[in-house]
């Protein structure tokens, strides 16, 4: 069974960069059409989609994030990523991963647990 | 970019009560369309995807149709487990958005 964890500092100054790992267990991050994406939650509001990166590394953004926000892969460790830079308040949320492979009779989809982050000095 | 918006924001039902959860996209995107469902304070869990594929293991009181811009979520008979929050997402290509959510309370 496929497993994702989130890791990271919980709490990151304004300005900053908040930096968040996403590490894969139970499967291989290059498995074959697997978006890798990641999602937040601020408090009490619902879910809004960050950005992803596909199986063959492509990524793509929120358009709203998109000038602050890098999301890579280390194939190495079986590990994505979530780089986002200038931090306001406003970036306080849970931060979820997940993986998903969509299709018309089979869909795998895998969540982390989250990690909240608080962005405050 | 594509817009997705649900309604109602939020509703109270009994158990037992048929409740229809609205989703539209501001532009067509066949049937690429997922629903998750958030209980407080858990991950959110796919319930249906393709707009009307069940997924594994999801209770058979949830059913998805739709295609293109309008996508409707049913829970046939409503069940005390059943108080979450209910989210739509497109996957058609490049953005994942997200619906605004709509809230399930029993009353």
């Known amino acids: 069974q496929v497993q994702l964890q989130e890791s990271g500092p919980g709490l990151v100054k304004p300005s900053q960069t908040l930096s968040l790992t996403c590490t894969v267990s139970?499967?291989?991050?290059?498995?074959?059409?697997?978006?890798w994406s990641w999602i937040r939650q601020h408090p009490g509001k619902g879910l809004e989609w960050i950005g992803y990166?596909?199986?063959?590394?492509?990524?793509y953004y929120n358009p709203s994030l998109k000038s602050r926000v890098t999301i890579s892969v280390d194939m190495s460790k079986n590990q994505f990523s979530l780089k986002v830079r200038s931090v306001t308040a406003a970036d306080t949320a849970i931060y979820f991963c997940?993986?998903?492979?969509?299709?018309?009779?089979?869909?795998?989809?895998?969540w982390g647990q989250g990690t909240p982050v608080t962005v405050s000095s | 970019d594509i817009q997705m918006t649900q309604s109602p924001s939020s509703l109270s039902a009994s158990v037992g009560d048929r409740v229809t959860i609205t989703c539209r996209a501001s532009?067509?995107?066949?049937?690429?369309l997922a629903w998750y469902q958030q209980k407080p304070g858990k991950v959110p869990k796919l319930l249906i995807y393709?707009?009307?594929t069940l997924q594994s293991g999801v209770p058979s009181r949830f059913s998805g149709s739709g295609s293109g811009t309008d996508f409707t979520l049913t829970i046939s008979s409503l069940q005390p487990e059943d108080v979450a929050s209910y989210y739509c997402?497109?996957?058609?290509?490049?953005?994942?958005?997200f619906g605004p959510g709509t809230r399930v309370d029993l009353k």
């Open positions: 990166i596909y199986y063959t590394g492509s990524t």
């Open positions: 532009q067509g995107i066949s049937n690429y």
């Open positions: 997402q497109k996957y058609n290509s490049d953005s994942f958005t």
């Open positions: 139970g499967g291989s991050i290059s498995s074959n059409g697997y978006y």
């Open positions: 393709a707009a009307s």
């Open positions: 997940e993986g998903t492979r969509w299709g018309n009779y089979e869909t795998f989809d895998y």
